[in-house]
């Protein structure tokens, strides 16, 4: 058992997720399990937690099977997300219909997405209650969470988190570079000057971090903290709500989650021990253990010895070895999953007695790798989101390609020289995009950087680099983007990178000025031979693709293609000129046949 800030990682990469009921604190994330039987391999069968089954093979293996919150979430092979519901031991439809991507459900609500990327919150009875949560008010919204705490933290196409209700009210504006769910009324953000801060309900601070520190998840109405001393050592400690140090850094360089008032901790030997909120270790719980241990929201610990697990009470006392498991997991606040040599698992209670008559095979997208991850449920419901797909084409598409015809993009074409493409789309430089990007960037800990101009800091996800000084040679250039043959812009807010190729060179030289940089010349006698457009932070998305290709039909272009084919090819009666369109880019080919290949153009100097 790793500790649980090193899980994190491994957690992101699940391709399934999970959830509990109600807005406060939750010790128990499923209704039932997905398991496989000996009655058919190929099929999911859900158990409950007495190890008694409640749907036999009603799902088929390769789907992730999630049962939270009274319903059956399943996503299949093909990515397509379904909601069922449990009569008789059979699943029948909650909906009668497919979607795109979906959250499983929480407090009662869950936030599906179309196939035109519209995301929309909907009830226990497949009612859109907010038809359309991809857009809220002035909001053009990029990613949601879950409902937790009757809110939903979401990003807003400016970047910035904030919180939305289950009427679709904006009740906390976008104004946070991260944040997480709440839970019991509070939720830990970094503002947008990156400064930790938890805030109640309202958005009213109520406890601010100090420089150099990074916070835990809250529990229990503390925080794990993390803070470097002078050495430069990373150590951690134990903080109130009120900013007062329970546990004080200086001895623990890891700790977990405080749960039923324990805390696992590492000492600076590397070895894993129990203490409570005093700072006092545990009964036996010593730091003898290479692996952290794990605590039981009923304050049942579990620890490994010589890859054993044996479990202990809350006083730190051996309640039974377990001798014939490897790894014992908690699921509810009384019962543990726990796995033998050969994958297959038992359902263990608080004495660590079998309940269960037979062994099963988790499945659905849990593991027994995994299934450690799923001891924190309020940490994990923050790994819970949905991306929106859902934009404005016209506007995207006027301020990008501006219009395409059978003859011309944006009002180019053969006859086109380098001179009339610098004019129509004027040269900006290329750097890595700092637009917000749709995706959930929940951080396990989250911290204040320090101001001093000696501080080192860590890089965040999506800073972008400054970028370097130009050199000499390309101060002189008065033609950037111009090479040999092409050249190559960006316009849009989306970032759309153009490429125009030609049938002969469009940049040149052969003076120097004083500091023996070249002078460059411009060829207007070579033509527009291609465009290719790459379609920036709409790249992959295949609703951009669909649009297009029904701008392209309108403009009198053919193709035999389909909407599913990765690459379509267009062609019209009026010319020779052709398209190819992907999900990633378009190329428009121009045929000239009287356009022969120039050959280079050298002007002289001043």
């Known amino acids: 058992m790793k500790s649980f800030k090193l899980l994190l990682p491994v957690c992101l990469l699940m391709t399934f997720i999970f959830t509990s009921c109600g807005g406060s604190h939750k010790d128990q994330l499923f209704d039932y399990l997905a398991v496989k039987t000996k009655k058919d391999a190929n099929k999911i069968s859900l158990i409950d937690f007495d190890g008694k089954i409640v749907a036999e093979d009603e799902f088929d293996a390769g789907s992730t099977v999630l049962a939270t919150n009274g319903v059956i979430y399943e996503k299949t092979k093909d990515q397509k997300v379904k909601y069922w519901t449990l009569s008789d031991k059979k699943v029948k439809p909650l909906i009668d219909k497919s979607f795109d991507d979906g959250t499983p459900f929480n407090e009662d609500f869950a936030i599906v997405r179309d196939d035109e990327g ?133 001895k623990y360089i890891d700790a977990g989650l405080l749960t039923a008032g324990l805390l696992p901790a590492q000492n600076e030997d590397k070895q894993w021990g129990v203490i409570n909120e005093k700072g006092e270790v545990v009964g036996d719980l010593r730091f003898k253990y290479d692996d952290a241990p794990v605590i039981a929201p009923s304050g049942k610990v579990l620890v490994k010895v ?157 800073t972008v680099a400054t970028p370097a000084a130009p050199t000499a040679t390309e101060s002189a250039d008065k033609f950037p983007g111009v090479g040999s043959y092409y050249y190559q812009t960006v316009k849009g807010n989306n970032q759309f990178y153009f490429t125009f190729s030609f049938n002969g060179e469009v940049k040149s030289y052969e003076t120097f000025d004083a500091m023996y940089n070249p002078i460059y010349r411009l060829n207007t006698n070579s033509h527009l031979s291609q465009v290719e457009v790459s379609f920036g932070d709409k790249s992959g998305n295949d609703v951009f693709k669909k649009k297009l290709k029904e701008k392209l039909l309108s403009a009198g272009w053919k193709t035999n293609a389909k909407d599913t084919d990765a690459k379509m090819t267009f062609t019209n009666g009026s010319n020779a000129n052709t398209i190819t369109l992907s999900s990633t880019n378009l190329n428009i080919s121009f045929y000239n046949p009287s356009a022969a290949i120039v050959e280079p153009y050298y002007e002289t100097g001043d």
């Open 306 to 462: 010589d890859k054993k697990v044996k479990l202990y009470n809350s006083k730190g006392e051996l309640v039974i070895a377990l001798d014939d498991y490897t790894k014992v997991v908690p699921v509810t606040k009384n019962k543990f999953v726990a796995f033998n040599n050969d994958a297959k698992f038992d359902i263990i209670n608080d004495e660590g007695k079998t309940i269960t008559k037979d062994s099963y095979v988790l499945t659905g997208g849990l593991t027994s790798d995994n299934m450690i991850s799923l001891t924190f449920p309020d940490i994990y419901l923050n790994l819970l989101s949905v991306d929106s797909k859902y934009f404005n084409f016209e506007k995207i598409f006027s301020n990008t390609f501006g219009t395409i015809t059978t003859k011309d993009i944006a009002g180019l074409n053969e006859g086109a020289n380098i001179e009339n493409v610098i004019q129509k789309f004027p040269y900006t430089k290329y750097t890595e995009s700092n637009r917000a990007s749709a995706g959930n960037n929940y951080n396990f800990e989250l911290g204040t950087k320090s101001t001093s101009s000696n501080a080192k800091s860590d890089v965040t996800a999506g």
């Open 118 to 250: 519209v995301l929309s919150l909907i009830d226990k009875k497949g009612n859109a209650v907010i038809t359309n949560l991809s857009k809220i008010g002035d909001y053009e919204v990029l990613t949601t969470g879950i409902v937790s705490d009757g809110l939903i933290r979401f990003k807003s196409d400016e970047g910035k988190w904030g919180y939305v209700n289950t009427k679709g009210e904006v009740v906390i504006k976008p104004a946070f570079n991260n944040c997480e769910n709440f839970v019991n009324g509070n939720a830990r953000v970094l503002n947008d000057k990156d400064e930790f801060q938890i805030i109640d309900k309202t958005g009213n601070k109520i406890f601010k971090g100090e420089e150099d520190v990074k916070y835990y998840p809250i529990s229990e109405t503390k925080m794990v903290y993390d803070k470097k001393n002078g050495d430069g050592k990373h150590f951690v400690g134990l903080v109130d709500m009120k900013g007062e140090k329970v546990i004080k850094d200086g």
